[in-house]
């Protein structure tokens, strides 16, 4: 560690995308003198659910980014830096600028990293060649000019193995773009390369999702990941499970890329055997440090990565981190809650809700696997307004919980 004299910090907040802006608005809004400090590089903030959106042509680029600094809670101190190392055992991380921070306790929301250079040639061909990904802020529109201008062949859809952020992602731009191409008459061969064994990781919504895929006519390949792409030879390399590979010719090619832990975690204590940061699944806090929580895509817990997941996450947070400062021994419960707003075409949505083990539950008293209109309307309109107004702003429309709630969904 830095060798010189520590900077001491009441609750140090490691990560400034939803989870952590969320965390320290709550925070503050509960206890306005807690002295918070947030480290985050970023000058932008993006909504990252909107990006298939704008890879389907319904949304511009620029409606899903806002200045980070606009987003900084009143009275959090911005720490425009990364985490360059964690000391869990001495209650101190190091920022790449060489400044140590000693914390009373500290809340980790570092999200997740894309692994582009994991699959051999893709960094090279993103942008061009018809290789798109709706994963990255800059590339989104790309993947709509590739859709917008196919005049027909062979499109290929990738998913690489889990855990990934917002696992429907990946099938969601194959709706938008077969959607699009069905209604202007252009003829496309579609194929889904998934490295799962199904269309998604919930059997009671992928069997549904399986009665899209065909209705579009697209061929669904399971066991398969993308490990190499030739952008100029418009060719990808597959693997199957007994590592054999198959290459594809293709016309059109969305990238999900291979996703793990930020390594600043997996190279620290806090990482537990998979790499991810190590928690409860119901407090949230740490297993082996108790002034330590998580949330969002970098714990290793099984609910779903997603921003619905930590709308549910940071009031547990919140509440078990003051808690522990008070020395109260009572704690609150995240019961693994996921949704995931499957867009199938566009003007219609399936809401998939569920929760730790698969459980399904739904917000509405409807079927869940029906693609609704009003679904759409939410996804577009209602939801960046609640993100940006109401979950980063640490607002709570629901108690945390004691226990987890009892499912009332039959399937």
């Known amino acids: 560690m830095n060798n010189a004299q520590p900077v001491h910090c009441q609750i140090v907040i490691a990560g400034g995308g939803s989870a952590g802006i969320s965390v320290a608005a709550a925070l503050k809004s509960a206890r306005p003198e807690l002295q918070i400090s947030l480290i985050e590089p970023s000058r932008q903030h993006y909504y990252q659910p909107a990006w298939t959106l704008v890879g389907g042509g319904i949304m511009k680029q620029q409606q899903t980014a ?19 190392a964690f000391d869990p055992d001495n209650n101190q991380l190091t920022l790449e600028n060489g400044t140590t921070l000693e914390y009373q306790s500290l809340v980790v929301a570092l999200g997740l990293q894309l692994d582009w250079s994991a699959v ?7 942008g061009k060649n018809g290789v798109a990904s709706n994963y990255r802020y800059d590339l989104a529109p790309y993947t709509w000019e590739c859709v917008n201008n196919f005049k027909g062949g062979r499109a290929l859809f990738t998913q690489p193995p889990m855990p990934i952020k917002c696992a429907g992602a990946p099938q969601k731009i194959l709706y938008l773009a077969a959607d699009h191409w069905r209604r202007n008459s252009i003829s496309a061969e579609s194929h889904f390369f998934t490295q799962g064994g199904a269309m998604f990781g919930v059997p009671f919504y992928a069997k549904a999702l399986d009665k899209v895929l065909a209705g579009y006519g697209a061929t669904p390949h399971f066991g398969m990941n993308l ?20 290459t594809e010719k293709f016309d059109f090619l969305h990238v999900t890329p291979p996703q793990s832990a930020p390594d600043v975690i997996k190279q620290s204590a806090l990482a537990g055997a998979s790499g991810w940061v190590e928690v409860n699944r119901h407090s949230l806090q740490h297993q082996r440090f108790d002034n330590v929580f998580a949330l969002g895509d970098c714990t290793d817990t099984s609910n779903a990565k997603t921003a619905a997941a930590v709308r549910r996450q940071f009031p547990v947070v919140v509440s078990n981190l003051l808690a522990a400062l008070d020395q109260n021994n009572a704690t609150t ?5 996921g949704g995931c707003p499957l867009t199938t075409e566009k003007g219609k949505i399936m809401m998939a809700e569920f929760r730790y083990d698969g459980e399904v539950v739904s917000s509405f008293n409807l079927d869940p696997r029906v693609p609704r209109r009003l679904y759409w ?6 939801f960046p307004f609640l993100y940006w107004h109401v979950i980063l702003k640490g607002k709570n429309w629901r108690k945390p919980e004691a226990k987890p709630r009892p499912n009332l969904i039959k399937e």
Do not use: C
């Open 227 to 246: 490990t190499a792409v030739d952008g100029p030879r418009q060719i990808a390399t597959f693997t199957d499970k007994d590592a054999n590979t198959f």
């Open 66 to 84: 806002r200045e980070q600094a606009r987003l900084i809670p009143m009275g959090v101190e911005w720490t425009q830096d990364s985490v360059s």
């Open 120 to 126: 051999e040639g893709l960094e090279q061909t993103l």
């Open 333 to 337: 419960h995240y019961d693994g809650y």
């Open 377 to 382: 309307w939410m996804k577009k309109h209602l």
